[in-house]
């Protein structure tokens, strides 16, 4: 559930553009832990 939340969210993040991400490994670990020490996500 919380890799579908992330990718949820990558996909409506500002800025999104559709294009392919190469970052969005990064992005989604940082997604991650700030979810789960309850920190804002990026």
Not at 23 to 41: K, R
């Amino acid at each position: 559930m919380a890799l579908r939340r992330a990718a949820a969210a990558h996909a409506e993040r500002p800025g999104s553009t559709g294009d392919a991400d190469t970052d969005w490994a990064e992005w989604y670990a940082a997604y991650l832990v700030a979810e789960q020490t309850g920190g804002g996500a990026s």
